[in-house]
């Protein structure tokens, strides 16, 4: 009761200024006030934001929640106005993400530009899995365990990679430790490569020390070299880095993508702005727009988010229940046009939230192959116009929201490397080892071409680093989240298949309690 006298009394102010505010932004007000500010001193704390909304210089008199934004952020500091290019969300497509490589002259890793090609010469696809070997090799370089010993220090429990090219010279044979690309240069034979060489792998006793190691990855074996063969005792992944790590090696520079040049990361205005809005980003996948299902449980989530909505609704396909035929693109256009019926009924929603449309395997627009081109921008069209806040995305796609960095996969990945994995351990959750899969290898899809077809020159969109905050990988298989190496790995699970399941994510709150498993009652 005391919430809705106060709502009352934050419109009341509004219009004493000339202000048109609506009842859901409202009650923002009054929710945001409410928390931190004692209750003698919220007319006056609300009498500084009104005047420091009327110092924007509003074109209209409707004030919208952008400009509330940023009157608290202005009268809490007024240092904190943020920048242009300080962007509070930013969607960065798959083809505009930034390339992170080694360079051997300068000896660290750098920022590369690359120049918009899906059909480059073939010398790019035979440097897909070097530019991948080289940025394992040089991270697990700097790991405590191989990184090499400063002049007086002892190289006790200290662990050296061994070149193939001087394991083969047989310079030194016994308890070495290889890193390489596990390949099947022969049916049925894995070799360990790199840059300079090959090497014959025995198998046969080797302890594997985690799951779904698949042809493709890249692995440190350790063993005995004799007669031409690699005897391996103990095979695993490079052990994976913290971001706060791996950012020490480049500074401010932006590695994530996006038009600032200075990572978001570091700043302290998006960071008070995380924790003063408290806003939530939706994960839901197979959307199936074609299926009445879908849209009748849709228009339950948009009716509990009506008074608070989120930032954004993340919304994975396929779009459609079947798989493509020609009544696709005119299936697509209705159900589009049925899915903006909804949201343009909820009007604080469509203000506020950004609609985010990520293609699943099978939805029109581009062939099965990463990173997947956008939904095409005539089938969705007018929902576009309806709804302001649609941003179409690739296929992986980033999401910088504040400070925080998300990578969003729609894809059914996890059976694949299941099926693709030379060992499977009954140990943990088959989830949890894809989690460290993906971190570990730093990349989305660790496995050969053949198993799924990457434009060559755009490998690095699929890549994980420096790793980021969440990974939400938009699977068939049931729902789960876990973390590893300090980030999150979460799945919402088919929408209409899991009893209508989905996730949300809450950047501000503590580390476990960041993702919120959600389901609608049938």
């Known amino acids: ?112 530009t690359v120049d918009k090609d899906l059909y480059p010469d073939a010398e790019h696809k035979s440097l897909v899995f070097k530019d991948r070997l080289d940025l394992l090799y040089y991270r697990t370089l700097r790991h405590d365990h191989f990184k090499s010993s400063k002049f007086g220090e002892s190289n006790e429990g200290k662990l050296e990679l061994v070149a193939i090219e001087n394991l083969l010279s047989e310079a030194k044979t016994e308890n070495v430790y290889v890193i390489g690309l596990l390949s099947q240069l022969t049916e049925g034979e894995f070799y360990l490569e790199d840059s300079y060489g090959s090497v014959k792998l025995d198998l046969r006793k080797a302890d594997f020390q985690t799951s779904l190691i698949m042809e493709g990855s890249i692995v440190i074996a350790s063993g005995n070299y004799s007669d031409s063969v690699f005897e391996v005792e103990k095979i695993g992944f490079p052990p994976s880095e913290p971001s706060e790590n791996s950012r020490v090696a480049f500074g401010t520079v932006n590695t994530f993508g996006g038009a600032n040049p200075i990572s978001l990361k570091l700043s302290e205005k998006l960071h008070e702005q995380e924790i003063l809005q408290k806003d939530m980003l939706i994960f839901i996948s197979d959307f199936w727009v074609d299926d009445i299902r879908v849209l009748e449980k849709f228009k339950e989530i948009l009716n509990g988010f009506s008074d608070s909505p989120p930032v954004a609704f993340v919304l994975f396909g396929n779009f459609l229940s079947f798989p493509p035929d020609a009544t696709s693109a005119q299936k697509l256009k209705d ?156 799945n919402p699970g088919s929408f209409l298949r899991s009893g209508f399941s989905f996730q949300a994510y809450n950047p501000a709150e503590l580390l476990e309690d960041q993702i919120t498993d959600c389901q609608i009652n049938e």
């Not at 798959?94 to 660290?108: C, E, H, N, S, W």
């Not at 299941?418 to 990349?443: M, P």
């Open 1 to 112: 009761m005391a919430d809705e006298i106060f709502t009352k009394q934050v419109q009341t102010m509004f219009s004493l200024y000339g202000l048109t505010i609506t009842k859901n932004l409202s009650g923002y007000v009054a929710r945001q006030i409410s928390r931190g500010i004692p209750e003698s001193e919220r007319d006056k704390f609300l009498t500084g934001i009104i005047e420091q909304l009327l110092t924007q210089t509003l074109k209209t008199p409707n004030v919208q929640k952008e400009h509330i934004i940023l009157a608290f952020n202005d009268y809490v500091r007024p240092t904190t106005s943020l920048k242009d290019t300080e962007t509070i969300i930013n969607i960065i497509n798959a083809f505009d993400t930034p390339k992170v490589q080694y360079d051997l002259g300068r000896r660290k890793f750098m920022i590369k």
């Open 335 to 490: 159900g589009f046009k049925s899915l903006a019926d909804l949201i343009t009924q909820h009007h604080a929603i469509l203000e506020t939230s950004h609609f985010i449309l990520v293609p699943g395997p099978f939805d029109l627009g581009a062939p099965r192959i990463l990173p997947r081109a956008p939904l095409p921008k005539s089938v969705v069209a007018d929902f576009i116009k309806r709804v302001p806040h649609t941003h179409l995305a690739t296929n992986p796609c980033r999401i910088q929201y504040c400070t925080k960095e998300i990578v969003v996969f729609r894809e059914d990945i996890l059976l694949k490397l299941c099926r693709n994995t030379l060992k499977f351990l009954n140990t943990g959750n088959v989830y949890e080892h894809y989690a460290k899969s993906i971190v570990c290898q730093s990349h989305l899809v660790p496995l050969t071409l053949q198993a799924t077809p990457i434009y060559w020159k755009y490998d690095h969109a699929l890549q994980l680093f420096p790793t980021p905050d969440l990974i939400v990988v938009a699977d068939s298989f049931s729902s789960y989240k876990t973390e590893f190496s300090k980030c999150h790995v979460i």
